[in-house]
């Protein structure tokens, strides 16, 4: 559902409201208004590129798992140890102001691949406002109808190629089907790879459960067969590195395009033997250090290969830190609220862009967007997108490569398809509040730090309605904690900035209504384990929920 907000005009003497009216919901994805022919020509600026940047260069993204923006010492982190991803950041372009397009894991990878909100091809639920990613239980996933960065650079002459997180979807019709994962969405390599990623429920260290990981939600595959369930997180980071390297190795002489997602730092925390006790920040500390262990192997082996000058690559993060979890969480900084909401530290995300010789080091004040990657990197590679889409994104290759001012004024960002908060110039526009955790609740459930159980204090995307708007400076109030009265002329402009989005934001069909057994993952049935021996997973008596 799409809430629309009508066109508004200032009217001297009264005061600015903001008018909701009835959600409408569409199939159709691709109608284009004069809006969407806007945001489709600056999401292409066309195959004339600045003269500095090679023809083709290979693109990679090194995305971390709910890091924080303050979980490192290149933004601001008093405590966690220089590593390789401080180096690349001195050496790179820092975006101080990089957001994710939302604040969980499913939503914000799908836009991240895309260059279009989630909502608009049904990755949201009508049924419950809670449920915003992808289980094992569902029958769903990234739709094939949508273009992913690996389809759109493979199209262009580019090798494709991923490891790590997926958790975009899984299976549709049976627990060996595939047909959500990324074979099936233009990756031409995937080595190891984990489609529902790690969760709480995967603890192999029997940290948190007594009864130790739960095989349903718990796997990881080679390609689009399980090999292990549930995972045993020992060598992770060092068998992902090792599926990238030889990636890279064997496509150096072609154009390439590779995404490495890494299951650092997501719960739960695990490191090899070589990184405990590496960090006087703790247990996390220490995976934050093989994760920059791990990105710097990836820029020394480009190096190593000579084709470092010719190879664009991003480290981001997915979404914000899971704050309710304690010292197993991680640091917003300076910034409110983390991950499930869209307070900043929800969604502003550490941001490196680094080629040696092409982008010039430096500090970056410019807004960006994960959805911004794909029409960036389709102009790298020369190529276009489909003019009958309407894309969110916008290209940001004269921002990167000649130092201009970012392509874009604003951003949006929806909560399924609830307007939330809206990124204009410094400031911040709240239509829409998640509460956040209390102190009480943090010291209940994490005595010393340690936390007992995972939740989330609100990650609901009805969210509580703000008449009139908060309205913070980001500039001065980083915190976003003292609102601004007054401001009628600028909200006014983001209002109609946001009906002019609103009037191309067809919504799909809700996919997260459906749940169903069959379509869990089972490696060696009906045990469903391998490495491990243990019960059938599934039982006559199970019970199975089937919608949701």
Not at 347 to 353: A, G, N, Y
Request: glycine share 8%.
């Amino acid at each position: 559902y799409v809430y629309r907000l009508r066109p508004f005009r200032p009217t001297p003497g009264k005061q600015l409201q903001l008018r909701i009216i009835e959600p409408t919901m569409t199939r159709d994805r691709s109608f284009l208004s004069l809006v969407g022919s806007i945001l489709v020509s600056l999401s292409v600026i066309g195959p004339c590129l600045p003269s500095n940047i090679p023809n083709k260069p290979n693109l990679v993204i090194l995305l971390a798992d709910d890091l924080g923006w303050g979980d490192l010492k290149t933004f601001g982190n008093p405590v966690q140890e220089e590593n390789a991803i401080d180096q690349m950041a001195a050496d790179g372009l820092v975006l101080l102001d990089a957001y994710s397009a939302d604040s969980l894991c499913t939503p914000s990878r799908a836009a991240l691949l895309t260059g279009r909100y989630a909502a608009r091809y049904g990755l949201y639920s009508s049924k419950s406002s809670i449920l915003r990613t992808i289980t094992s239980y569902m029958p769903t996933g990234l739709p094939h109808s949508e273009v992913t960065i690996a389809e759109a650079l493979r199209e262009s002459g580019y090798a494709t190629g991923m490891v790590g997180k997926w958790n975009l979807g899984i299976n549709q019709n049976s627990s060996d089907d595939g047909y959500y994962l990324p074979e099936q969405q233009g990756f031409d390599y995937v080595g190891y790879n984990f489609p529902m990623g790690g969760i709480w429920l995967c603890d192999d260290r029997f940290v948190h459960l007594e009864d130790g990981p739960d095989p349903v939600f718990c796997f990881a595959f080679d390609n689009s067969t399980v090999i292990q369930q549930p995972i045993k997180f020992e060598n992770v980071t060092q068998n992902l590195l090792n599926d990238a390297k030889s990636f890279i190795t064997a496509n150096q002489h072609q154009p390439f395009f590779f995404y490495f997602s890494f299951m650092h730092v997501h719960t739960p925390l695990f490191a090899n033997p070589e990184f405990a006790g590496a960090s006087k920040r703790g247990h996390f500390g220490d995976n934050i250090a093989e994760l920059g262990w791990a990105v710097g192997e990836v820029l020394d082996h480009l190096r190593l290969l000579g084709i470092a000058e010719n190879t664009l690559v991003l480290f981001t993060s997915d979404n914000g830190p899971h704050k309710e979890i304690c010292e197993e969480g991680g640091s917003t900084g300076p910034f409110k609220g983390g991950k499930s909401n869209f307070w900043e530290g929800g969604v502003r995300m550490p941001t490196v862009f680094w080629m040696p010789g092409t982008i010039a080091p430096g500090v970056s004040r410019e807004i960006f967007s994960h959805l911004d990657i794909l029409p960036t990197f389709v102009e790298l590679a020369g190529s276009t997108l489909p003019s009958d889409t309407v894309y969110d994104g916008v290209s940001q290759v004269p921002m990167l490569f000649e130092g201009t001012h970012s392509t874009r004024s604003h951003i949006l960002f929806y909560c399924a398809a609830n307007l939330f908060t809206v990124r204009y110039d410094q400031y911040k526009f709240v239509f829409r509040t998640h509460r956040l955790v209390a102190l009480s609740e943090l010291l209940e459930n994490c005595p010393e730090g340690k936390p007992i159980d995972e939740f989330y204090a609100d990650s609901s995307c009805d969210g509580k309605i703000m008449t009139p708007p908060l309205i913070f400076d980001l500039d001065q109030d980083p915190g976003e904690t003292f609102p601004l009265d007054g401001m009628e002329d600028t909200l006014a402009i983001v209002i109609e900035l946001a009906n002019e989005h609103n009037r191309t934001f067809a919504v799909g069909l809700p996919g997260f209504d459906m749940l169903d057994c069959d379509v869990v993952p089972c490696c060696d049935p009906p045990h469903c384990t391998c490495n491990y021996n243990g019960p059938p997973l599934f039982t006559d008596d199970t019970v199975c929920p089937k919608d949701g």
